[in-house]
């Protein structure tokens, strides 16, 4: 991530002091190619507005729009492209791909009809303008898709041949008698080709016309190839996949030309406090315990694991996975220092060595409840716990489903299902009611067998109990919507604001079938606390679809309004307000979604990560999520990863 970071940093300050179109160009290929799509928006409209409506700064500004999911703005700047130039072959296949994505996303089938129809249209314009492979297959692909199943082939076949043309390879016999003397002369050597894309490209194809053995030759060579890359070789076999679903056929056969390592997620209890009463994982064991949990993550293949860094288990796992070269993300319930003080330093100094090299290490680091996480301000307490286990289980959820892969739970258990809430024992049972069906690794009983101990977290620091005044923390959702352009609203203009806005809001509220636990309205500005992540994706989603492309001006009042959502979840205390009798709840977590709103894009739902792996630890059906990458915060130097939130199929 922090390689994201660094372009992101580059992109939004260097494009400032571009001097040329191409520079700005190139600016916006790194922002975009780095995941940070928002910046790329500002850098291509910063240049169109110096230099004018260049050509390539358009079409970049497009596909970024696309992108983030501002489909009707990515197709309004291709239209005036196809207005001021000829109707060239990227444009075209830039506005396929649009409408390709209309078409997924359609609420209805007559829209997703009419989608596919527009999206053919364009690839088929561009396919005739030079015969590339790339608007070929693509047509294939819609016209699949729209069920014409002859033009799929037809055209799949045109784009074979291109393929192969490309690839130095001549056309294979046809007809029986070409096949019979084809096979009793000597087959020629491969051609090996270094582009990966034309040669999957010629595996899809393949699918297409049913030859399923060279298809699985050719995906087979396209893992070489991009070996590594896994969100494309993810991509090929969707891709593939859907193919053989409109085809009524088969996807099993694609498994065998990907071997796709899977994601694995740990839980495993602490190593033994000196002079612990009833011992659990005494230092004796840890080798045991390495072994174990080498040995399934060989079992697995596991490419990425998710876990916290706690001495112990956790420790014990990401070295393991540092040993086969996975990648080692961390979710820490509190700040580096105080968790090295709540859940390391017990085990000494050796076990704070180990945390600093997997710290140093590990491929991403997410830290929940920086300025604390149970009013405690020495560490995390049960509910910080409980969240970053959940954020951790669902991060890992989110990657397997990101590239479609295996999630592999697996935890070192004593097997005791008593502990204190966020220990082990809570995670494995939360697990198991999610239908993760965890792998355990128990441990050998220790020697001494006595009363079992329920300590699962270190102690807090006695200072920090100095306070008798306490606030109960729970986990909310908090979904913020604003209107764009608000203070645009002229006085005379707010009797029409309260009608044509204020009152569908209140309508969505009240139709939607969420009863937010507590709402306040400021302005243009909403703020509800919802008690379920379900409830809240669909009271955002209803706010802005109500809002959304409506007739301002014909309503009397300015035409650029827009709402933008933002929603979060997190541990905040929740209490009856001693002055207004009402819910109220306070804490970083409310103030973190404040931050975000303003870079939520105009008419779309922007989630925070931690939002998105609580959807993905529920595995909560009927929504889609889409990463955006790493973009700026109101807050300074912070930067948030963000999805978009859309409605699943």
């Known amino acids: 991530m922090s390689a994201d970071t660094a372009a992101s940093s580059a992109g939004s300050s260097s494009h400032v002091l571009a001097q040329d179109v191409q520079e700005f160009e190139r600016l916006v290929r790194e922002?975009?190619?780095?995941?940070?799509?928002?910046?790329?928006?500002?850098?291509?409209?910063?240049?169109?507005?110096?230099?004018?409506?260049?050509?390539?700064?358009?079409?970049q500004l497009a596909l970024a729009l696309a992108q983030t999911g501002a489909l009707d703005a990515a197709r309004n700047v291709l239209a005036h492209v196809l207005q001021d130039s000829a109707r060239?072959?990227?444009?075209?296949?830039?506005?396929?791909?649009?409408?390709?994505?209309?078409?997924?996303?359609?609420?209805?089938?007559?829209?997703?009809?009419?989608?596919?129809?527009?999206?053919?249209?364009?690839?088929r314009e561009a396919f005739g303008i030079a015969q590339g492979y790339y608007p070929g297959i693509n047509l294939a692909f819609t016209l699949a898709a729209a069920g014409d199943r002859s033009g799929a082939r037809d055209c799949a076949g045109q784009v074979v041949r291109i393929c192969r043309a490309g690839l130095g390879e001549p056309e294979p016999a046809r007809g029986l008698l070409g096949r019979m003397f084809s096979r009793s002369e000597a087959a020629p050597a491969p051609v090996v080709s270094a582009d990966g894309w034309l040669v999957a490209t010629l595996a899809e194809a393949l699918v297409h016309l049913g030859e399923q053995e060279e298809a699985a030759r050719r995906y087979q060579r396209a893992a070489e190839l991009f070996h590594g890359r896994w969100r494309d070789l993810a991509s090929m076999r969707k891709q593939a996949r859907e193919i053989l679903g409109f085809n009524g056929e088969s996807s099993g056969w694609l498994d065998a030309c990907f071997r796709f390592p899977s994601v694995a997620v740990f839980s495993g209890h602490m190593i033994d406090a000196p002079g612990r009463s009833t011992p659990r994982f005494p230092p004796s064991?840890?080798?045991?315990?390495?072994?174990?949990?080498?040995?399934?993550?060989?079992?697995?293949?596991?490419?990425?694991?998710?876990?916290?860094?706690?001495?112990?288990?956790?420790?014990?796992?990401?070295?393991?996975?540092?040993?086969?070269?996975?990648k080692v993300n961390l979710v820490l319930p509190c700040a580096v220092d105080a968790f090295r003080r709540q859940s390391v330093r017990h085990g000494g100094e050796g076990w704070?060595?180990?945390?600093?090299?997997?710290?140093?290490?590990?491929?991403?680091?997410?830290?929940l409840n920086s300025a604390g996480g149970g009013g405690s301000g020495e560490g995390a307490g049960p509910v910080g716990h409980v969240y970053a286990n959940r954020i951790l289980t669902g991060m890992a959820a989110?990657?397997?489903?990101?590239?479609?892969?295996?999630?592999?739970?697996?935890?070192?258990?004593?097997?005791?299902?008593?502990?204190?809430?966020?220990?082990?024992?809570?995670?494995?049972?939360?697990?198991?009611e999610r239908?993760?069906?965890?792998?355990?690794?128990?441990?050998?009983?220790?020697?001494?067998?006595?009363?079992?101990?329920?300590?699962?977290?270190?102690?807090?620091?006695?200072?920090?109990?100095?306070?008798?005044?306490?606030?109960?923390?729970?986990?909310k959702v908090l979904v913020l919507a604003e209107v764009v352009n608000f203070r645009r609203v002229a006085e005379f203009q707010l009797p029409a604001f309260v009608e044509h806005v204020r009152r569908a809001v209140g309508g969505v509220v009240s139709s939607s079938g969420v009863t937010p636990e507590s709402a306040e309205v400021s302005g243009g500005s909403f703020q509800f606390v919802v008690g379920s992540l379900a409830a809240a994706a669909r009271l955002a989603l209803d706010l802005r679809d109500a809002l959304a492309r409506r007739p301002w001006a014909e309503l009397g009042l300015p035409a650029d309004l827009a709402l933008r959502v933002?929603?979060?979840?997190?541990?905040?205390?929740?209490?009856?307000?001693?002055?207004?009798?009402?819910?109220?709840?306070?804490?970083?977590?409310?103030?973190?979604?404040?931050?975000?709103?303003?870079?939520?894009?105009?008419?779309?739902?922007?989630?925070?990560?931690?939002?998105?792996?609580?959807?993905g630890a529920e595995r909560l059906p009927g929504i889609d999520l889409e990463f955006l990458g790493r973009l700026p915060t109101t807050r300074m130097f912070e930067e948030a990863p963000l999805y978009r939130l859309e409605r699943g199929q």
């Open 88 to 123: 060239d072959e990227e444009t075209l296949c830039l506005l396929g791909r649009v409408h390709k994505e209309m078409w997924r996303r359609a609420p209805v089938r007559r829209e997703a009809e009419e989608a596919l129809r527009e999206a053919c249209g364009y690839y």
């Open 566 to 615: 933002a929603v979060h979840a997190g541990p905040v205390f929740a209490f009856t307000d001693p002055v207004t009798g009402r819910l109220s709840c306070l804490g970083t977590h409310l103030v973190r979604a404040q931050h975000i709103l303003p870079t939520v894009a105009a008419g779309q739902v922007f989630v925070s990560q931690e939002f998105a792996a609580l959807c």
């Open 435 to 475: 239908g993760f069906q965890p792998h355990l690794i128990s441990l050998p009983a220790p020697a001494y067998s006595g009363p079992v101990a329920k300590q699962e977290l270190a102690p807090v620091a006695p200072a920090a109990r100095a306070s008798a005044i306490t606030l109960p923390q729970e986990i």
């Open 31 to 59: 922002s975009a190619s780095s995941g940070q799509l928002l910046t790329a928006i500002e850098v291509a409209r910063d240049g169109l507005a110096r230099f004018g409506g260049g050509k390539t700064l358009q079409q």
């Open 398 to 432: 989110l990657q397997a489903r990101s590239l479609d892969l295996e999630l592999r739970a697996m935890a070192l258990w004593d097997g005791t299902p008593v502990g204190l809430q966020g220990g082990t024992a809570s995670v494995v049972a939360e697990w198991r």
């Open 285 to 326: 064991l840890e080798p045991v315990a390495r072994e174990a949990i080498r040995d399934h993550l060989r079992t697995i293949d596991a490419g990425w694991g998710y876990s916290s860094a706690a001495c112990g288990g956790d420790l014990l796992f990401c070295e393991c996975l540092l040993e086969r070269d996975a």
């Open 352 to 367: 704070e060595q180990r945390f600093d090299a997997v710290l140093a290490r590990a491929n991403s680091t997410l830290v």
